[in-house]
C-alpha cells in the first residue's frame, strides 16, 4: 500500500514569548492512500498540530513530513501552497465558508485558484457535487442561509471539487449535533468508498471514530496507540 | 479572467457590506470634484490674470535696477512703494533690450505714489474767486466778470454759514472736541457784514485769511494719495492694446500730461453721494440686490442721507434756491431746508430708487462739479521725492483711460498715468552731474520763485521743514534744467509754459526710469527671453535685472499661487483624512476577514491574490466615486463655462480679466485627480493589504473558542 503522507521523527514547537511549548514531541506516522483515519486524544495532544503538518499549513520544527512524495521542509511557500491547492482537501470545525459568496461561487473557488478548467466543466463538477452532498437547489443561497449541517457539506463540496489525493478534515462534527455530525461522516466515507480518497480527520467523539478504519492515539505530542478497525480500510 | 471576475465579486460585494465605504466614497468623491472644480477655476483664473497683469501694466517681462534694495512691485508692497534704484539712462537699456530678437515693444516706467493737493469746496471756489479778481486787478472791466465775483463772494459767504452751522452741531454733540478758540474766532470774523463788506478794498488779504484760516477748517479738506505710472504715454498705449481713453482725449504726444484711470476718477473724485447712488444702481441692477434686504445698501442710503454736506457746500445761494424750487416740486413738499431736501430725496427704498437716481442726476448734478478734478485742469501734485522733501509738479489732466475688460478692477483702476517728465520732476532724482549743476545755480535763482513755492506750501500744507529756499530749489533738479532753457523763467510763467512743451523722444527717453515693460513676440518664450536679457545685461556691464510678469506683480504675482496652495491644501487635508479612514476601514476589514483570508490561503490561495482582494477592494471604490467624481466635475465646469462664474465684487474683475470667469476643464486638471485619486487608494490600502498576505493559512484551523 502506497503512503500519501509519511510523517518521522516529527518535533513541533511553538514559542510563546520566551517559553518554548512542545506540541509534537517526536511523531512518526504513516497514512496509505484510500485510508480512512482518525486521529483522537483530548485537547492540547496535538490532533490540530498533526493536520497543520499534514496539511503543509505549517512546516515542522524537526523530522520530515512528505505528502505525496514531497518533503514539504525543502518546499517554499508558493510551492507548498500549490500542494495545498492541488493534493489537499479542507473540512474545517467552522466550515470556513466565504460568507459573500454562493454555495456554488464556494464550491468553484479551489477549481478557479486551479486556473485549468473551462467554465462549463467547473459548472458541471460544482453541481454534480452539491447534487451529492444534497444541496444542488441551494446553489444560489449565501451560508448564511444555510444551517450548520448543510453548511458543513457544502465545505465536504468544496474539498472534494479538485478531487484532491488527500482530504483533511480538522474536527468536522465538533459543531454539529450528534445526528448531523453522523450524516457527514456518512458523507466522507462515501466519498471515500466511491473516490478513494484518503480522509484524515480528528474527532474526540467515539461514535465518529467508529466510522474509521483506523484510530490513531494521541497524547501529550505523541502517538500512544494506531488501533486499525479492520474492514474497509482499504477500497 | 474567472478569477479576476472572482475578486471583482468578492470586493465588490465586501464593499457593499459595510457603510463605512460609503463615507469614504463620499470623501473621495468630495475632494476630487473640489480639485476639478477648483483646479479649472483657479487654472482659468491665473491665466485671466496673467492677461489682466500683462495687458495693463506689467508686459511681459519688467526690467530694472538690479542695485535694487527691494524688488519691483508694480501693484505696490503691503506697506508702501518697493525701493526700487533708478535707471539712470533709459536710452541705453532700450538699445539692449530692442536688440533682443524676441522683444516687441519696450516702455519706460516708473511708479510712484504721490498726494494730490485736491483742495476742498471752499479751496477750489477761492481759487476761482483769486482767478477772478487777478483778472478784475489787470483792467478787466466787464460786467459779467464783477456778477461773476459778487456770485462767487456770495457762494463763500454761503459755505461759511454752512461751516459755522456745522461746527456749532457738532459742538453741540461732543464735548471732549472743543472747537479751537482762534478758528471760531476766524469763522466769526467771516461772517461778519464788516468783512464782505471791506473785501473789495483789499480783495488778495480777505483772500489769503479765508484760504489759510477757513478753508482748513472744512471736513472735506484732504489730500488724495495718487498712484501713477509715469511713462511714454504713446509708446504705452501701443504696447498695451486694451487701454483705451473714455472721458476727454489722449495726452499729445511728447506732452506733459496725466490720465487718470477712470476706476480711479469714479471712485475717489466723483461727488460722495453721486457716487454712492451709482454703486447702488448697479448692485441693484447688476447683482438683483434690494434695499430691504441688504444691509450694504441701507448702510449707503444712511450715508447718503446723512453726508450733503460737500453737495451743499458747492451751491452758490443762487442754485441753492433752484435745487430747493425744483425738488420741491419733485417731492411735493414744502420744506425749505436744502439739506433737509437733499436727506429727503436721497431717502430711497426699493420703489422709488430708479426715481429718485433719475431726479437726483436731473435736478441735482447739473448745478454740480461732479468731480474734484475735471478733465482739463490742471493739477498739483505733490509727492516725498527720493530726498525726503516734498516736490510739486503742476501736469494738466488730459482725460481718462481704462483697459477694456477691467473697467471695474480696483487692481487695473489704481494707476494713474502721467508722462515722465512730471514723473522724473516729482520723483527729484538727483544724479552727480545734475547736483553739480545745481549748486552753481544755487546763487542764481531768483526770489520770485522762491515766493511761489512758499505760497504752496502753506496753501497745501506742505511739510517741508523750513521751506528755505534752497531746499524747494534742490527738490526740482528738472525744473531748474529747463528754467535755464526757457528765457526768463520766472516761475509761474515756467510752470505754465511746461505744460503746453512738447519734448522729444531723446528727451523723454534719455533719462531716469525706474523699470520698463518688455512685451515679447512670443510669450511662449517668456524664461529663455528672460534669461538672455539678463546674460546680455551682464556682458554690457549694466545693472539690469528682467523678471518675469509674475514676480513683477509682487503680492498680486504670488495670490493665486497663494490660494492654489489654499486649496491644495484643503483637498490634501481632505485626502490625508481619507487616506487615514481608508486605511483604518481596510485595516478592520482585514481583521474581521482574517480566518476567511486564513481559509483561502489553505485552500490553495497564492499571496498575490489575497493583495490585489484587498487592493481591489479600494480600487473599485476609488474608481466608482472617482468616476462620479469625474462626471459631475466635469459636467459643473462644463456648466460654469456656458454661464461664467460673475465677479459678484468689483474686487474679482481683475482676477477674472472681465465681469465673469469662464472656467475651462484642462485635460491635465482630470489627469491629475487620477493620479491623485489612485496615489491615495494604493497608499491607503497598501499596509492592510499587506497585512492581509502575512495572514498564515494556519488560521483557518484555529476554532473559535
Known sequence: MASIVSIVDVVKEYQLGKVTVPALRGVSLEVGAGEFIAVAGPSGSGKTTLLNLIGCVDVATAGTVRVDGQDTRLLSERALTLLRLNTIGFIFQSFNLVSVLSVAQNVEFPLLLQKRHAAKERRDRVMALLEQVGLHTHARHRPNELSGGQRQRVAVARALVTRPKLVLADEPTANLDSQTGATIIDLMKEMNQKEGTTFVFSTHDAKVMSHANAVVKLADGVIVGREDLGPGAAA | ?705
Open chain 2, 1 to 705: 479572467m474567472s478569477t479576476l471576475k472572482l475578486l471583482f465579486e468578492i470586493a465588490l460585494r465586501n464593499l457593499r457590506a459595510s457603510a463605512v465605504n460609503l463615507i469614504v466614497g463620499g470623501l473621495i468623491f468630495f475632494g476630487t470634484v473640489l480639485l476639478l472644480v477648483g483646479g479649472a477655476t483657479l487654472n482659468s483664473m491665473d491665466s485671466a490674470m496673467s492677461k489682466s497683469i500683462i495687458g495693463s501694466v506689467a508686459g511681459h517681462l519688467q526690467v530694472y535696477s538690479s542695485k535694487s534694495k527691494e524688488d519691483l512691485a508694480l501693484y505696490g508692497g503691503m506697506m508702501a512703494e518697493a525701493d526700487v534704484e533708478a535707471i539712470q539712462d533709459f536710452t541705453q537699456v532700450k538699445k539692449l533690450l530692442e536688440q533682443v530678437p524676441n522683444v516687441e515693444k519696450v516702455v519706460p516706467m516708473g511708479i510712484n505714489g504721490a498726494l494730490m493737493a485736491g483742495g476742498n469746496t471752499i479751496d477750489l471756489t477761492l481759487a476761482d474767486l483769486r482767478e477772478k479778481v487777478n483778472r478784475k486787478r489787470e483792467g478787466d472791466q466787464s460786467p459779467e466778470l464783477e456778477q461773476r465775483i459778487q456770485s462767487l463772494k456770495a457762494h463763500v459767504r454761503h459755505m461759511v454759514e454752512l461751516l459755522d452751522r456745522d461746527q456749532k452741531n457738532l459742538a453741540a454733540i461732543s464735548t471732549a472736541r472743543a472747537q479751537e478758540p482762534e478758528n471760531a474766532e476766524a469763522v466769526k470774523k467771516a461772517l461778519a457784514e464788516e468783512f464782505w463788506e471791506g473785501f473789495d478794498r483789499a480783495p488778495l488779504d480777505a483772500l489769503e485769511f479765508l484760504e489759510n484760516r477757513i478753508a482748513p477748517q472744512a471736513s472735506d479738506a484732504d489730500l488724495i494719495y495718487v498712484r501713477y505710472v509715469g511713462t511714454n504715454l504713446d509708446d504705452f498705449q501701443k504696447a498695451f492694446d486694451r487701454m483705451e481713453i473714455v472721458d476727454g482725449q489722449a495726452v499729445p504726444p511728447g506732452q506733459r500730461g496725466f490720465l487718470f484711470s477712470k476706476w480711479f476718477y469714479e471712485t475717489t473724485l466723483k461727488v460722495k453721494v453721486a457716487r454712492r447712488l451709482d454703486e447702488m444702481k448697479e448692485q441693484i441692477e447688476v447683482n438683483r440686490a434690494t434695499i430691504a434686504r441688504s444691509e450694504d445698501l441701507q448702510r449707503m442710503v444712511k450715508e447718503n442721507k446723512a453726508q450733503t454736506r460737500d453737495i451743499l457746500y458747492q451751491l452758490d445761494p443762487q442754485k441753492t434756491a433752484t435745487m430747493v424750487e425744483q425738488l420741491q416740486k419733485a417731492l411735493g413738499t414744502q420744506e425749505k431746508d436744502p439739506g433737509k431736501l437733499l436727506a429727503l430725496l436721497l431717502d430711497t427704498g426699493d420703489q422709488n430708487f430708479q426715481e429718485r437716481y433719475r431726479l437726483f442726476y436731473d435736478v441735482v448734478a447739473p448745478l454740480l462739479q461732479m468731480y474734484r478734478v475735471r478733465i482739463g485742469d490742471t493739477l498739483t501734485i505733490q509727492a516725498f521725492t527720493r530726498s525726503g522733501y516734498v516736490q510739486s509738479v503742476n501736469v494738466k489732466v488730459y482725460g481718462t483711460y481704462q483697459f477694456k475688460g477691467l473697467e471695474k478692477a480696483a487692481m487695473a483702476g489704481t494707476q494713474n498715468l502721467m508722462d515722465l517728465m512730471s514723473f522724473r520732476d516729482l520723483y527729484g532724482y538727483l544724479s552727480p552731474e545734475k547736483a553739480e549743476e545745481i549748486k552753481k545755480m544755487k546763487a542764481q535763482s531768483g526770489a520770485s520763485m522762491i515766493d511761489r513755492e512758499k505760497a504752496e506750501d502753506a496753501l497745501f500744507g506742505g511739510g517741508s521743514d523750513g521751506a528755505g529756499r534752497e531746499v524747494v530749489v534742490q527738490a526740482t533738479p528738472g525744473v531748474i534744467d529747463e528754467s535755464k532753457e526757457l528765457e526768463g523763467g520766472a516761475g509761474a510763467l515756467r510752470r505754465r509754459d511746461l505744460v503746453s512743451r512738447v519734448y522729444s523722444r531723446e528727451e523723454v527717453e534719455g533719462g531716469v526710469v525706474l523699470n520698463a515693460a518688455v512685451m515679447l513676440k512670443d510669450p511662449s518664450r517668456l524664461w529663455q527671453t528672460m534669461e538672455e536679457i539678463n546674460a546680455r545685461a551682464k556682458d554690457a556691464k549694466l545693472d539690469l535685472k528682467a523678471i518675469s510678469w509674475q514676480q513683477a506683480a509682487g503680492f498680486l504675482g504670488q495670490l493665486v499661487l497663494f490660494i492654489r496652495l489654499v486649496l491644495y491644501a484643503a483637498v490634501f487635508i481632505l485626502f490625508v483624512v481619507v487616506l487615514v479612514i481608508i486605511n483604518n476601514a481596510m485595516m478592520m476589514a482585514t481583521m474581521q476577514r482574517v480566518r476567511e483570508i486564513g481559509t483561502m490561503r489553505a485552500i490553495g490561495a497564492q499571496r498575490s491574490l489575497v493583495l490585489w482582494l484587498v487592493l481591489l477592494e479600494t480600487v473599485l471604490l476609488a474608481l466608482v466615486f472617482g468616476v462620479a467624481a469625474v462626471l459631475t466635475g466635469g459636467g459643473l465646469v462644463w456648466w460654469l463655462h456656458g454661464v461664467g462664474i460673475p465677479a459678484f465684487r468689483p474686487e474679482l474683475y481683475f482676477f477674472f480679466s472681465g465681469p465673469r470667469l469662464y472656467p475651462e476643464l484642462g485635460v491635465g486638471t482630470i489627469v491629475a485627480a487620477n493620479v491623485v485619486i489612485s496615489l491615495v487608494s494604493a497608499i491607503s490600502t497598501l499596509y492592510p493589504a499587506i497585512t492581509a498576505t502575512r495572514v498564515s493559512p494556519v488560521v483557518a484551523m484555529q476554532t473559535d473558542e
